[in-house]
T-cell receptor
Framework: DAGVTQSPTHLIKTRGQHVTLRCSPISGHKSVSWYQQVLGQGPQFIFQYYEKEERGRGNFPDRFSARQFPNYSSELNVNALLLGDSALYLC??????????????FGSGTQLSVL | AQSVTQLGSHVSVSEGALVLLRCNYSSSVPPYLFWYVQYPNQGLQLLLKYTSAATLVKGINGFEAEFKKSETSFHLTKPSAHMSDAAEYFCAVSDTGGFKTIFGAGTRLFVKA
């Protein structure tokens, strides 16, 4: 069975541009979470979605938005990119409602570089 | 707010030696605690999790961790390091809101031959 897949794997953008990152969860998983991992730091929570509804949001500006589709895949959108948005963006899926005792299955991430 | 602190951004051990990676947490309620491992160019993989069933938790690849409430610690250990254990390890705690997992800054483990 395929794991969590993310696309693209690498992306280079310039300041002020917009970016869309995509994630397909493991088949049967209904919950998707997004994390930002800056070099040398642990992942920081951005969003969590379950059944197309936002269940949680981290301390990120409104430039960051996300959505989940009926097939449970998800997109993370970032507008007006800043240099500080350069990071590895990780998507994770879980089987149930994504409550915090559940195991998260992570994709390999999208490496975003903002120049 | 809940948080985790990982002591030591880098740990180096010889192959066959004990691995000890330290994690302290802050939580006002009984937490869920996790250890994840990240190999180069890969996503995170769950090693083990504590959900109050037992204080000593056994995970994959020979790792285990002990929950000590009095010390607010959840240190990760492995009796004998293998070269393949070289990776970055993250301690994490669940958020009381129910949908957020909070990660520590990570500890990179180096294994010397």
């Amino acid at each position: 069975d395929a794991g969590v897949t993310q696309s693209p794997t690498h992306l280079i953008k310039t300041r002020g541009q917009h970016v869309t990152l995509r994630c397909s969860p493991i088949s049967g998983h209904k919950s998707v979470s997004w994390y930002q991992q800056v070099l040398g730091q642990g992942p920081q929570f951005i969003f969590q979605y379950y059944e197309k509804e936002e269940r949680g949001r981290g301390n990120f500006p409104d430039r960051f938005s996300a959505r989940q589709f009926p097939n449970y895949s998800s997109e993370l959108n970032v507008n007006a990119l800043l240099l500080g948005d350069s990071a590895l963006y990780l998507c994770a899926s879980s089987l149930g409602q994504g409550t915090t005792n559940e195991k998260l299955f992570f994709g390999s991430g999208t490496q975003l570089s903002v120049l | 707010a809940q948080s985790v602190t990982q002591l030591g951004s880098h740990v180096s051990v010889s192959e066959g030696a004990l691995v000890l990676l330290r994690c302290n947490y802050s939580s006002s309620v009984p937490p869920y605690l996790f250890w994840y491992v990240q190999y180069p160019n890969q996503g995170l993989q769950l090693l083990l999790k504590y959900t109050s069933a037992a204080t000593l938790v056994k995970g994959i690849n020979g790792f285990e961790a002990e929950f000590k409430k009095s010390e607010t610690s959840f240190h990760l250990t492995k009796p004998s390091a293998h070269m393949s254990d070289a990776a970055e390890y993250f301690c994490a705690v669940s958020d009381t809101g129910g949908f957020k997992t909070i990660f520590g800054a990570g500890t990179r483990l180096f294994v010397k031959a």
